[in-house]
């Protein structure tokens, strides 16, 4: 499997895993919040922070839908239009958002779901994109991205199995090759989550897998470590309390420097495939594995019958294992009651 490298990072199996914030919308479209969510992914060990360059003016053409959503407050009906449009930043603005990202050692890509949009990150200089799970089948805009010749993180959602061969398909038939699949879902229970997905995309399309998360639980982020997942993300709101969509659906920042924390130990635990005894589990083997101890005392010249010993602690001495190289064999000394056998003895 390709491993991809992201301003000195590395993104694939066998790496550390890469943590994205996911702060698209949580940033309220508001730039020093926008530095408040960075400071926080910086302070918590964070590797990148995603936000979406909107161009509503390019995306939507029905200007009038609405839509409902939760937040802190309860539920709550907004013009998804005005919406987007109260989330787009001006360049200065993302040059200012870029900056700062790069100042606190961050990785800074965006979610881009219009054309021109690709344009401006590129003069941004991204140095990777987000296919949302809605633009799966948007074949202008993936190939705009692939033709920038950047990495893609290319969220599943609802895409089936045989759309999914189709888009990489096209981004390997446009010359593209560096693709992240991330396992997303919108499902309103356990049983749809389904995150052995994780392993079977990895398995079935060979490119590294991640897990974008769409609540504050910290459960199917876990998992998501346990199968494989190369890549986590995680929203990030500075106030949940905040007015607008997803924030009701993100850490804030003590939240996530908490959460970072688990991802990594839970990584550590893992560890790697292979067998390898710990320093103090090869410690407590010396003192509780036993070894060949004399019975009773034997005098030298003896010859030494299997009755004459004995597995005793510590696991210091001959292993009982080899008992029929030292049965049948004269002892060289005096071997007192309960000491341990040693290869000289005999």
Request: aromatic share 8%; glycine share 10%.
């Amino acid at each position: 499997m390709k491993t991809i490298e992201l301003e000195g990072r590395r993104l694939g199996a066998g790496e550390r895993i890469f943590i994205a914030v996911e702060t698209g919308v949580t940033c309220n479209g508001d730039v020093q919040t926008a530095l408040g969510v960075i400071d926080a992914a910086a302070a918590a060990g964070a590797d990148a922070v995603k936000f979406m360059i909107i161009g509503a003016d390019h995306f939507m053409s029905d200007r009038s839908v609405a839509y409902e959503y939760e937040w802190a407050g309860g539920k709550r009906s907004e013009n998804m239009y005005t919406m987007f449009k109260s989330l787009e930043f001006s360049q200065g603005e993302w040059v200012r958002i870029r900056d700062h990202c790069r100042a606190r050692g961050l990785v800074f890509y965006a979610t881009v779901d219009y054309l021109p949009g690709v344009d401006l990150a590129e003069e941004l200089g991204v140095p990777a994109y987000k296919l949302s799970s809605w633009d799966s089948a948007n074949l202008p805009l993936i190939k705009k991205m692939v033709h920038t010749g950047k990495p893609i993180q290319v969220d599943t959602g609802p895409t089936a199995l045989a759309d999914l061969d189709k888009l990489l398909g096209f981004v390997r038939a446009e010359g593209g090759s560096d693709v992240v699949l991330v396992h997303c879902s919108h499902a309103l229970n356990d049983s749809g989550q389904n995150l052995r997905t994780i392993p079977y995309l990895r398995e079935v399309f060979d490119v590294p897998v991640g897990y974008s998360a769409d609540s504050r639980d910290q459960v199917p982020d876990l998992l998501a470590v346990a199968l494989g997942a190369c890549f986590l993300e995680k929203r990030v709101t500075l106030d949940r309390g905040y007015e607008g969509h997803h924030h009701i659906k993100a850490l804030e920042p003590d939240e996530f420097r908490d959460w970072v924390k688990l991802v990594r130990r839970a990584e550590t635990l893992l560890g790697r495939d292979g067998v390898f005894p710990s320093e103090e589990d090869l410690r407590q083997k010396a003192q509780y594995f036993v070894s060949l101890v004399a019975e009773g005392d034997i005098a030298r010249g003896t010859v030494i019958r299997e009755d004459m010993l004995r597995c005793k602690r510590p696991g210091t001495g001959i292993a009982p294992e080899y008992a029929p190289m030292i049965i049948g064999r004269k002892a060289h000394r005096d071997i007192g009651h309960n000491q341990l056998i040693a290869w000289g003895d005999v």
